[in-house]
Every structure is written in C-alpha cells, then in structure tokens.
C-alpha cells in the first residue's frame, strides 16, 4: 500500500491563483479530512469527509473548497490565493469517525504552499 | 467542546535523560486522547492512544502516556532519549468528527 499520498509537493503561487491540492489513499478509508500547519497553530482542520459525496466544513474553511467523488480521492482547492494561505497542508484519512473514534488518522507527507 | 493545551512549546533535554511532555485536555464527551510525533520535513505518525481500560498506555519507540482523569491530563514519558526522538510532538483529542490537536511541543535531544 501506498498509504496517503499528497502531490504536490512544494508549490509558489501568486495572489489571486487557482490551484487543486492532490491527496488519494489506498486504504479504502472512509474518512478523510485535511489540515493545515502554521509555526506555533498545530494542526487545524479546514473540511472533512466521512464518505463518497458527503463532506463538512472544519475549524477554518474560508478560500478552500473540496469535494468527494471517490473514496480514494479528496482534493483540496484554493480558490484564489492569498499570503494567509501560505502553510503546509496534510490531508490524513483513517477507516471510520463512527460514534467511538477509535481509528488511527493516517498522515500524508505534506504539501508545503507559498503564496505571494 | 474540545481542546488541548501543551504547557511547553521547547523541551531541550541531553540525550539518556528522561523527558515528559505535557498535556492538558477539556472535554465535554467521553475522552480518547492521542500522542502523534512529526519527524522534521515529515508528516505526523500515531505514537500511542487512550481510548478505555488501563490508564498507562505504552506506544511505538519506548514512550508512554498516563490518562489522568482528575486533572484532565496525558503527559508524554520517556525514560532514556535518543537524538532520534528529536521532532515536533502533537497531543490531540477526539471531537465530535475530528481530531483536535495542541500546538505542539518541540523536543531537541542533545548529545
């Protein structure tokens, strides 16, 4: 297996572009959601989803937009890019987020995005 | 709702010595807590977890964590670091559909 793969992996855009974040898994997960990462932020939610077609907004989901048309694949875009934007961004996946959490999240190796 | 507080941003420890990370969580659900640990340029990877039972949980590379209900918290224990523990380690808690995550605490392991 795979695991979850993110591509790509470094990418420089300029105020006001367009650009799709790839992650895809192999695990048949169910759940998968993505984060993004900011010196001294941890980790912070911007969407989710909990299967094929369903997704959710997550603690900072303003400028990113996705959607769930496979249980491999959960793009991520920015739909015009802003300097408050540059971060690195994880998606991560794991089997379930049923009723008991009990799932290990299963990280991919990062995206890290510039924007000027 | 959910959330994490590390108490220490930096932990610089020489190497063989113990360490502890620390952990304080608020929750308002039943409490399943995680340790993640993010190797530099990597993503983050699942150390250990506290979902029920025995409230010492032992996780991957010799750490361990201690739920501590009355004080609300999962502090990270290592008996003798390596340089190789040197990363960023992340405490989270479960929410209501997503895994909320301290700010983190950089541990350095010196020689």
């Known amino acids: 297996n795979a695991g979850v793969t993110q591509t790509p992996k470094f990418q420089v855009l300029k105020t006001g572009q367009s650009m799709t974040l790839q992650c895809a898994q192999d695990?048949?997960?169910?759940?998968m959601s993505w984060y993004r990462q900011d010196p001294g932020m941890g980790l912070r939610l911007i969407h989710y989803s909990v299967g094929a077609g369903i997704t959710d907004q997550g603690e900072v989901p303003n400028g990113y937009n996705v959607s769930r048309s496979t249980t491999e694949d959960f793009p991520l875009r920015l739909l015009s890019a802003a300097p408050s934007q540059t971060s690195v961004y994880f998606c991560a996946s794991s089997y379930s987020m049923g009723t008991a959490f009990t799932d290990t999240q299963y990280f991919g190796p990062g995206t890290r995005l510039t924007v000027l | 709702a959910q959330s994490v507080t590390q108490l220490d941003s930096q932990v610089p420890v020489f190497e063989e010595a113990p360490v502890e990370l620390r952990c304080n969580y608020s929750s308002s659900v039943s409490v399943y807590l995680f340790w993640y640990v993010q190797y530099p340029n990597q993503g983050l990877q699942l150390l250990l977890k506290?979902?029920?039972?025995?409230?010492l949980v032992k996780g991957i590379n010799g750490f361990e964590a201690e739920f501590n209900k009355s004080q609300t918290s999962f502090h990270l224990r290592k008996p003798s670091v390596h340089i190789s523990d040197t990363a960023e380690y992340f405490c989270?808690?479960?929410?209501?559909?997503?895994?909320?995550f301290g700010k983190g605490t950089k541990l350095t392991v010196n020689p």
């Open positions: 506290y979902l029920s039972g025995s409230t």
């Open positions: 695990m048949n997960h169910e759940y």
């Open positions: 989270a808690v479960m929410g209501r559909r997503e895994l909320v």
